[in-house]
């Protein structure tokens, strides 16, 4: 039996793309580019979005992603360690009490997910979490 | 000719003490004098409600051998407390006399000696006499199952648990929760749960489609004894999926869900509880942590990382109450609960000695009755073993290295990679190694044995990769096994670094070069969690590997540099 | 493709004016990347979810633009505050140019 290295045998079946673990490639830039970008350098505030993963992803096909921002018009979500770091683009109306959304999303490896959320008063908050992609396998 | 109890009484008096026990009464008593089934289940029966805790029993019906950890390195916060000492350090902190029966029964040192003399532990015909002295004095006690319970033997593997839950359903738990149970299959596990004469509990199990707490498993009970209102909640493995084969249960998630645990604290405190106990599966470091963010649990009952104290971990206002493995202990844990506090604790955590206390007649027979059909085939003898068998331990085991050999040589490999797990039974020297010992340490439903080239810095990121589920410093992301077991590999583990820089040194021992990142090596291993996995079990390799060795010889493992413990 | 497309929602059958309640969505769909490659090493061509909407009595509670990073069969999971007794109208957009659509009605207490 000959497995190649995408279908490896301790990956969780999830895992999308089989990247270094120890070596994470900088696709980082990437979205604090896009995020530059976006906001022409505004001044990102903190502390105002609620963004929710869980430490370690069970599968990183399908991490559930939860985030919120009272009062926010636009939320956008980016995945630092995936190729293409855009995950989503929200936009609340009127009969959004919460400005808030659960999604699953996927990541290739361990990597810090953000949110940008742009704020009622046309302001920026931006967080970030880190979601550990892990090959397991071990657990006793 | 003497009997295994007069013999007990003899080896115990002329044990001397060391220090004082503050290890309870059974182990002083027990060193100074002799071992008896009273002195094991006494107890001033304290307070007004009690509770019974065993788990991580890992199919082991009749009694075995189990030689506890003599590496077991804490990280963070972790590094130097409780459990994370070992041996001597272990007994000095607790005041336990060498030579002790709690020495044998908590310790590793000198295991194959003191196994001589104070026998076998667990068993659960024994088990069952406990909980009926313990239910004597407190009739209502609460008897909680930590899980783990269907998984890890012959009979339990060829029946699909089911040897495990007649059994059990005899004792009559109140509650259970659950982790190993999972790699039954869900259609199985589904299946007997909606069968359970009681509570299959975990606040923890969710639908993993719609993100929705799992019908068949409540996240608590409610029970009321003596008047008084105590909550039990349920906290099933939170790294199921990832560390066992989430493909096998894939309509469920599971995670710490902590801000759930504290919702859920609160919703049996709004509902009338005066007392609330986590029915745990998260490890004795992952319960710390859960405690001291999650205010309001009085007692955690703690299962998975197979620890044994004497005494509970105390955060803030909760104790942590961790019982052992493969049915070696039974924690009793006595609470006065007062307008809605718990004002005071005794506990104990009773070993199971099984050559000193009797058997439960009827259960045995039960036992008996599983086994039956299976008898033959088990009790075959494939070869003996001149060395002490084990595999606790955080990076080797003698067991491992040699189901390591055998993935060497039965599957030609260059390298051998055996999962860090810690259930299995040890084998004392001069035994027998029969079947039903060989599936006591490889059985589940995902032995295949693979065969594959892998490259050097494959190799490397694995081992950094099960590094940090084990030695990172957040007990959050430790999922409680110990290091993958390398054959034919060495390497040097740094502890205080991160991910990615722990590992180095990685040697092909066969020729003593050092591992090159861009060549490729041929891997043998078993217990993948990949759906579709080919290969031979591992329990025919290790059979044939031992049947042409005829005797075991236990070697020291030297390759393995550990650094920063 | 031929199975995507079949969404599922759970909507609350009533509530009470002005409250705030939770809908769940689920679509089926395979969610291709564009990323991936098949067994020739070919790059297997993007077809995903790419917009999701949910309006009521033809007022907007959330507008998604989905990236090819959202898993196979994508969920949301939002809050919608009801004003008064009507219609969900869910709708999915495929990249192959298909709509899909679902409706549910509440009643107000």
């Given at each position: 039996m000959a497995l190649n290295r995408r279908e490896m045998?301790?990956?969780?079946?999830?895992?999308?793309v089989w990247t270094a673990l120890g070596s994470i490639p900088s696709f980082a830039s990437k979205a604090s580019d896009l995020i530059n970008e976006l906001t022409s350098g505004a001044k990102l505030g903190e502390g105002l979005i609620d963004l929710i993963a869980p430490e370690?992803?069970?599968n990183g096909n399908a991490v559930p992603l939860d985030v919120s921002a009272e009062g926010a018009e636009q939320i956008m979500l980016f995945g630092e360690?995936?190729?293409?770091?855009i995950i989503a683009t929200y936009n609340f109306g009127p009969?959004?009490?919460?400005r808030g959304v659960s999604t699953r999303v996927r990541l290739a490896q361990t990597q810090d997910v953000i949110a940008l959320a742009k704020m009622g008063d046309s302001s920026w908050q931006i967080a970030r979490t880190t979601v550990k992609v892990t090959i397991g396998g071990c657990g006793g | 000719m003497i009997s295994r109890r007069d013999f007990l009484q003899v080896s115990m008096a002329a044990t001397a003490i060391v220090?004082?026990?503050?290890?309870?009464n059974w182990c002083r008593l027990a060193a100074q004098q002799s071992l008896s089934q009273d002195q094991l289940v006494q107890f001033d029966t304290f307070g007004n409600v009690s509770l019974i805790h065993i788990t991580?029993?890992?199919?082991?019906l009749n009694p075995i051998y189990f030689r506890e950890p003599s590496v077991n390195i804490g990280v963070?916060?972790?590094?130097?407390?409780v459990p994370h000492i070992t041996g001597a350090d272990f007994r000095k902190a607790y005041g336990i006399a060498d030579g002790s029966s709690s020495h044998y029964a908590l310790t590793s040192g000198d295991f194959s000696a003191l196994a001589q003399g104070y026998g076998r532990v667990g068993g659960l015909d024994n088990v069952a006499t406990v909980i009926k002295a313990i239910r004597a004095d407190r009739p209502e006690a609460i008897l909680l199952d930590g899980g783990d319970?269907?998984?890890?033997?012959y009979t339990c593997l060829k029946t699909a648990g089911q040897d495990m839950v007649n059994v059990m359903n005899v004792l009559k738990p109140d509650a259970m929760t659950f982790h190993w149970e999972f790699t039954l299959g869900s259609d199985r596990v589904n299946e007997i749960v909606r069968n359970l004469p009681f509570a299959a509990l975990?606040?923890?199990?969710?639908?993993?489609?719609?993100?929705e707490p799992s019908?068949?498993?409540?996240?608590y009970k409610m029970f009321e004894r003596g008047g008084t209102k105590i909550a039990v909640i349920g906290q099933a493995f939170p790294y199921l999926p990832i560390a066992n084969p989430g493909w096998m249960f894939s309509e469920y998630s599971f995670g710490i869900r902590d801000e759930n645990m504290a919702a859920m604290v609160q919703e049996v405190r709004l509902a009338g509880a005066e007392c609330v106990v986590v029915l745990s599966h998260n490890g004795f470091d992952v319960d710390k942590k859960m405690a001291s963010l999650v205010?309001?649990?009085?007692?955690i009952l703690s299962g998975h990382t197979h620890d044994a104290l004497p005494e509970p971990g105390l955060i803030n206002e909760t104790i942590i109450v961790p019982s052992g493995s493969n049915g070696k202990f039974v924690s009793r844990v006595d609470l006065d609960i007062r307008n809605g506090r718990m004002m005071g604790y005794r506990t104990k955590l009773i070993p199971i000695f099984s050559d000193v206390i009797d058997s439960d007649k009827d259960v045995a027979a039960l036992i008996s009755e599983q086994r039956a059909p299976y008898a033959t085939e088990m009790s075959e003898v494939i070869g003996q073993t001149d060395g002490l068998l084990y595999r606790r331990g955080n990076f080797n085991g003698t067991w491992d290295d040699l189901i390591c050999d055998a993935l060497l040589s039965e599957r030609d490999a260059e390298i051998a990679l055996s999962p860090g797990v810690r259930w299995g039974p040890s084998l004392i020297p001069g035994q027998d190694i029969t079947r039903e010992d060989i599936f006591g340490v490889t059985s589940m439903t995902y032995g295949q044995a693979y065969r594959s080239e892998m490259s050097g810095k494959l190799l490397h990121e694995i081992l950094e990769d099960v590094a940090d589920n084990i030695f990172?410093?957040?007990?959050?992301?430790?999922?409680g096994g110990d290091m993958v077991r390398t054959g034919g590999l060495g390497y040097s583990i740094d502890l205080t670094q991160s991910q990615g820089a722990r590992?180095?040194?990685?040697?092909?021992?066969?020729?003593?070069e050092r591992i090159d990142p861009d060549k490729s090596y041929m891997v043998a291993g078993w217990a993948?969690?990949?759906?579709g996995t080919e290969g031979p079990q591992i329990w025919d390799i290790v059979e044939n590997h031992i049947r042409k060795l005829g005797t075991v010889r236990v070697l020291e493992n030297n390759s393995i540099k550990v650094f920063g413990a | 493709m031929s199975r995507s497309g079949k969404p599922r929602v759970k909507v609350p059958k009533s509530a009470v004016v002005g409250e705030t309640i939770t809908i769940k969505t689920l679509i089926k769909h395979k969610?291709?990347?564009?990323q991936r490659r098949d067994g020739d090493g070919n790059i297997v061509p993007r077809s995903i979810i790419n917009r999701f909407v949910a309006d009521f009595n033809g007022q907007n509670i959330i507008d998604v633009k989905l990236e090819p990073s959202i898993s196979t069969n994508p969920y949301f999971a939002f809050d919608a505050i009801v004003p008064e007794a009507g219609e969900f109208v869910f709708t999915w957009y495929d990249d192959d140019g298909s709509v899909y659509e679902k409706k549910k009605k509440i009643k107000v207490e």
């Open positions: 045998i301790w990956i969780s079946s999830g895992t999308v370690i992803a069970e360690g995936n190729p293409e770091p009969l959004s009490p919460s | 220090g004082a026990s503050g290890f309870g991580d029993i890992h199919g082991q963070g916060d972790n590094r130097g407390a319970t269907w998984h890890g033997s975990g606040q923890n199990i969710f639908d993993a489609e719609w993100d019908d068949l498993f409540p996240p205010p309001g649990i009085d007692v990172n410093p957040n007990p959050y992301y430790q999922q590992i180095s040194d990685l040697t092909l021992l066969k020729t003593g993948s969690i990949m759906e | 969610m291709e990347s564009g």
